[in-house]
């Protein structure tokens, strides 16, 4: 059952699954398939189809199934039910370890739903060691609050030990969803306040400059600008092609995103005019930026970068805090947090504030707006005896009798 599913859906989101519902409504597998069907009232359900273990043929709506993958999970829920109860096990499973778990949570769940699954593969090796042989029934609160202790203790960073609990924790939920166990033993484990330790590096106007005078390759200068004009993910931008960009509406069509929902961002008159240089009028479609050495896509510009800082003078500035400034200097212009959200491509604003500071000046700012208007002392006026002359004196500390 580890290969279940060897194809791709993509995560559904706003206008797609009523589009759906018009178009491609049925997804076949080998062992079944999702479709969506319109109930009398209008409304648009996911439904399962496949066989039981008497080959009798089951269609299905799933009452709680939002998305395509809630769908595909409820299908394999069946489907292994069926398989259990046809090896005479009715619904009970044989208990799996650790290591077990974690092969069908990405061969199962991670590749089917995640762009980033590589990425959770490299944080389980971690857990596989520490769980190593463990009945995963047989797994406490305790030990996981133990093995955020060893990875503390290791010098592993607060923010990425929050990051396993949450993939450590989706691994359980899966296993209870299919049936292997009952409790979460990450459910009411604490994660590390992070806050005090989140990043909050932006580039000021003066190492701006200092920095374009550093970079050499004019590929590098041009992509550092669009970062810091756009707040374009560095994946986002390596695979931007040129069909994507609307000259005449004057905004880039963002396709392969990591929430894999594309987006538009509008062009300023500062991407319009690198871009206008970078993409000629004849190009209709392909790259726009692509490694002069190698001719291929760019996978990673980090080391050209830190050059670039290094020898501009700039300490502790990552090519990721280019997005970050994107996001504070449009806050301190005043715009939304709610519209930087969406030109970041965030799915929660919470996520935006992460990538967001506001300086000591903003603050300031914003408290004196609670002050009100201070009421005008009168200056005091002084009648020298001519007639119609008097003295206002501006600076005064005196009284009279």
């Not at 399962?48 to 009452?63: A, E, F, L, M, T």
């Not at 000629?280 to 080391?303: Q, Y």
Request: glycine share 8%.
């Amino acid at each position: 059952m580890n290969n279940l599913l060897a194809c791709d859906i993509s995560e559904p989101g706003g206008e797609s699954e009523l589009a759906n519902a018009k178009s491609k409504t049925r997804y076949n597998f080998g062992y079944g398939a999702i479709y969506q069907r319109k109930t009398k009232g209008g409304k648009i359900r996911w439904a399962i189809d496949y066989y039981d273990s008497k080959k009798k043929r089951i269609q299905r709506v799933v009452k709680n199934a939002q998305t395509k993958e809630e769908a595909v999970v409820a299908l394999q829920n069946a489907v292994k039910k069926e398989f259990f109860q046809a090896q005479g096990n009715k619904e009970t499973q044989k208990p799996l370890n650790f290591e077990e778990l974690a092969d069908l949570y990405i061969e199962d769940y991670a590749k089917v739903n995640k762009k980033s699954w590589k990425t959770d593969l490299g944080y389980l090796k971690g857990m596989r060691e520490f769980f190593k042989g463990r009945l995963i029934d047989s797994i406490t609160p305790l030990d996981v609050e133990q093995y955020k202790a060893k990875r503390i203790e290791g010098g592993v960073g607060l923010t990425t030990v929050n990051k396993c609990l949450q993939i450590l924790s989706k691994l359980f939920n899966c296993g209870i969803s299919w049936g292997y166990l009952q409790k979460n033993p990450v459910k009411g484990v604490k994660k590390y306040a992070e806050d005090p330790f989140r990043r909050k590096r932006v580039l000021g106007l003066e190492e701006e400059k200092k920095l374009f005078e550093a970079i050499g390759p004019r590929y590098l200068s041009s992509m550092v600008k669009i970062f810091l004009n756009t707040g374009l993910r560095r994946k986002e931008l390596f695979q931007l092609r040129a069909e994507d960009c609307d000259f005449e509406n004057r905004h880039l069509y963002i396709r392969e995103t990591k929430t894999s929902r594309t987006r538009y961002v509008p062009m300023n008159e500062v991407v319009f005019q690198k871009l206008r240089l970078i993409i000629p009028d004849g190009k209709k479609e392909g790259l726009v930026f692509v490694n002069p050495e190698t001719g291929k896509p760019f996978v990673d510009i980090r080391r050209a970068f830190c050059g670039a800082c290094r020898r501009a003078g700039i300490k502790n500035f990552l090519l990721l805090d280019l997005r970050r400034t994107f996001a504070t200097r449009l806050l301190e212009k005043g715009v939304d947090i709610i519209t930087v959200q969406h030109l970041l491509g965030h799915t929660s604003v919470t996520t935006t504030q992460i990538y967001t500071m506001t300086n000591q000046e903003e603050k300031k700012r914003a408290v004196s707006l609670l002050e009100g208007k201070k009421e005008e002392k009168p200056l005091p006026i002084c009648d020298t005896g001519k007639r119609g002359e008097k003295i206002i004196f501006p600076n005064y500390s005196f009284s009279i009798n």
